[in-house]
């Protein structure tokens, strides 16, 4: 398997967390004039949509970071940014046709597909499963590269996969996204572990991380 394709679905799953993680003051960015409350609510009173990422660093200095993001300011918020491959709500991507596939193709195909498993590898260097299940498209990359092992795990609404992919050539439209996944119910998106870092991104109507 190729470098670009091995490191396809790993950087694709970062964009959403790398992307929040740039707006350091994005969750506390709400509701200025309420009132201070002496210990912190667990649900947010309207049962608003909250998406949140955690990334736990395994380097010495031990860091975790959490972001807890509304999404209805994350949809405001987005199209104002524009860093390295973000602009407008937006992200470049790198190899958009790996190996000679069209992704929007295929994503195509898989929408119209019935439930099942519909790409299985195992091989000495990666475990690739492809899966959709319940109108969820379900993507597993085991790369069991000694120098970066890691492990990247992917449940996302096929009604979300059409809206990331409905941008132009070679992008992912993060607010339109965003915005399918407020009709989603409470869910865990994106999984990554690796020797480095350890990254989950999920929904649900907390207002804060567990």
């Not at 709400?30 to 912190?40: G, H, R």
Request: glycine content about 4%; charged content about 25%.
């Amino acid at each position: 398997m190729s470098d670009c394709k091995r490191g396809f679905c790993t950087r694709t799953a970062l964009a959403a967390a790398t992307t929040l993680l740039l707006i350091p003051g994005l969750a506390r960015a709400q509701t200025p004039s309420a009132k201070a409350s002496s210990t912190p609510s667990t649900t947010s009173a309207k049962q608003d949509r909250w998406l949140h990422v955690r990334v736990i660093s395994s380097d010495a200095k031990g860091e975790t970071v959490r972001v807890n993001v509304p999404l209805e300011l994350a949809e405001k918020v987005l199209p104002a940014i524009n860093h390295d491959r973000l602009h407008g709500g937006k992200v470049k991507i790198d190899c958009a046709h790996v190996n000679d596939v069209d992704l929007r193709v295929m994503v195509d195909a898989i929408r119209s597909a019935k439930d099942g498993e519909y790409v299985t590898v195992q091989g000495t260097e990666n475990d690739v499963r492809v899966a959709k299940q319940d109108n969820h498209l379900i993507v597993h990359v085991l790369d069991k590269g000694k120098a970066k092992r890691s492990q990247v795990e992917i449940k996302v609404p096929m009604k979300v996969i059409d809206a990331l992919f409905s941008a132009g050539k070679d992008e992912l439209d993060l607010v339109a996204a965003l915005h399918a996944l407020s009709a989603a119910g409470d869910t865990e998106l994106v999984s990554v572990k690796d020797n480095e870092n350890t990254v989950k991104v999920w929904l649900d109507s907390k207002n804060v991380t567990d």
